[in-house]
């Protein structure tokens, strides 16, 4: 069953935009959503007029003044005027809580074209009012000081997966030297650096500890960024390039409290990545690439196992054997992943969606993967809370 055979509407990316991500001290959150929004309505073949309803991903959580960002759209041209906007915020995730959404709309019959745009400002703002912020998504942590912020529950994960199955150190160097020896090729991302296995494992005055076991070079970026994209019910005229399928989508929420969650086990991301693959008709050995959330390196060797790469406590296996590499059975982060493209968190899932259907249109450039016909995006937000899986399909 796929969403056009369960739902009987067929739900297409047809264009899209995306900003370098990174310190963008010239641009304003405004800035950023125009930009990206043009982009991707010219990308499509279309005016601005074309659009009947608009979803932005946004967390904020404070780092602005302005908590009302919905209608900042409509900037892009008067004849956007009345067309509704909304914004959606699930944490980390709230980007690809926008692009479900908009998907919603389509499905339901009360859209046949919706921009979804993610954005956010983040850089501007102190380090302090920045880790408050992102602590706003975890139940114990919210309104509370941390020395650590997200880097801590994160370590804290990375402590409870090498009780249970042995030290994580090894494994977590070789993701983060992946995803930065990826990053180089993506002309979006933050960081272009190469670092070898040997940095990321060691720490030192150039890597130093984070949160132990995590080091700098386990930690995803603070980022300025956007990224945005039309979903159609239709084929578009006139669009830059071949349309891309939703061949699924699924969401599952865990606890908030941290007690009632195994924080090895991921079980929502297990849960939506069962459902979206389910929806989609295919297994693991079908898909050419997948996008994953590596906030924190820990979090991309869990989604190993998760997925079905390895059982649990054997993600290390993926890496030593050269699965989630470039020539690899099944690429992991092509375009860096978090880690070396950066994370402006309401950005981050349009973002996701918008490289992997690069990727299946040919138009990739550097990041480019031979013949890919079919990925997968994987967005959650806070520790494994909420969780959104995407199945794209090229045409």
């Known amino acids: 069953m796929t969403v056009m055979s369960r739902f009987g509407t067929d739900v297409l990316l047809t264009g899209w935009g995306h900003s370098p991500f990174g310190k963008l001290p010239e641009e304003t959150l405004e800035s950023l959503i125009v930009g990206v929004a043009r982009e991707a309505i010219a990308g499509a073949g279309l005016e601005a007029s074309d659009i009947d309803e608009i979803y932005l991903g946004q967390f904020n959580s404070g780092l602005l003044p302005l908590g009302f960002a919905s209608s900042l759209a409509l900037q892009v041209s008067d004849d956007l005027a009345n067309v509704p906007a909304t914004r959606v915020e699930n944490a980390c ?3 690809s809580a926008a692009v479900h959404q908009g998907v919603k709309s389509l ?19 102190p380090a302090s009012v920045v880790g408050s912020a992102l602590l706003g998504a975890d139940y114990e942590l919210a309104g509370h000081e941390s020395a650590t912020g997200f880097a801590g529950l994160f370590a804290g994960t990375a402590l409870a997966y090498a009780d249970r199955y042995g030290d994580v150190v090894g494994a977590l160097g070789q993701i983060a030297s992946k995803n930065h020896h990826n990053g180089t090729a993506n002309p979006y991302a ?140 099944l690429p992991v982060n092509l375009s860096g992943g978090l880690k070396s493209k950066g994370h402006p968190v309401g950005a981050t899932g349009v973002s996701q969606h ?42």
């Not at 009360?110 to 703002?125: C, D, Q, S, W, Y």
């Not at 990727?359 to 550097?366: F, I, K, R, Y």
């Not at 990925?375 to 937000?381: D, I, K, L, R, T």
């Open 93 to 95: 995730a709230s980007g």
């Open 107 to 125: 499905l339901a019959g009360t859209a046949t074209t919706v921009l979804v745009i993610g954005a956010e400002k983040m850089t501007h703002a």
């Open 190 to 329: 933050q960081l272009h650096k190469e670092l070898s296995v040997e940095f990321c494992q060691t720490e030192s005055a150039q890597n130093p500890m984070v949160a132990y076991p995590l080091k700098r070079t386990d930690c995803s970026p603070i980022s300025d960024g956007a990224a945005a994209v039309v979903l159609s019910t239709r084929p578009v005229g006139g669009a830059l390039t071949p349309p891309v399928r939703l061949r699924a989508f699924a969401q599952a929420n865990d606890f908030l409290p941290a007690a009632k969650r195994d924080p090895t086990a991921f079980a929502g991301s297990a849960a939506a990545w069962h459902r979206a693959l389910a929806m989609a008709g295919i297994t693991l050995d079908d898909l050419d690439l997948v996008e994953l959330h590596d906030c924190f390196t820990i979090a991309e060797l869990i989604m190993y196992e998760v997925m079905g790469l390895t059982p649990a406590g054997q993600g290390s296996r993926a890496l030593d054997e050269g699965w989630v590499h470039r020539d690899g059975l």
């Open 354 to 395: 918008v490289l992997a259907a690069m990727q299946l249109t040919g138009t990739a450039g550097a990041m480019q993967l031979p013949s890919a016909r079919m990925a997968a995006v994987h967005n959650m937000g806070g520790l494994a809370v909420a969780n959104y899986v995407s199945v794209l399909e090229g045409l």
